[in-house]
Nanobody, 125 residues
Framework: QVQLVESGGGLVQAGGSLRLSCAAS????????MGWFRQALGKEREFLAA??????????YYADSVKGRFTISRDNAKKTVYLQMNNLKPEDTAVYYC????????????????WGQGTQVTVSS
């Protein structure tokens, strides 16, 4: 099994920044890519970004809604991904979930094999 643990959520004012982290543990050799989703109250879960965490694949993917504001990065050795979120807006308020897949990073948008518990991000106006 794989465990994903997120950290870094919290309360921030509009225009501010936050950096989320997600560390994988357990059978991490099975993971090809990791990424982030979010779910706002009353809305469906939304894909944000994905990155391969293998040494020979540096691909990343973003949802159009966050391109230019959010940046995903990775530490392959630590099986950790980060999500740097800048210029946050009240509509970014949501529970942010880390996800991992055994398939390529481009496939994570369609669903994950593993999920974290989520971390709350609240952006005040």
């Amino acid at each position: 099994q794989v465990q994903l643990v997120e950290s870094g959520g919290g309360l921030v004012q509009a225009g501010g920044s936050l950096r989320l982290s997600c560390a994988a543990s357990g059978r991490t050799f099975s993971i090809y890519a990791m990424g982030w989703f979010r779910q706002a109250l009353g809305k469906e879960r939304e894909f944000l970004a994905a990155a391969a965490i293998t040494w020979n694949d540096g691909s990343t993917y973003y949802a159009d809604s966050v391109k230019g504001r959010f940046t995903i990065s990775r530490d392959n050795a630590k099986k950790t991904v980060y999500l740097q979120m800048n210029n946050l807006k009240p509509e970014d308020t949501a529970v942010y979930y880390c996800a991992a897949t055994r398939e390529s990073s481009s496939r994570l948008q369609g669903g994950a094999d593993y999920w974290g518990q989520g971390t709350q991000v609240t952006v005040s106006s």
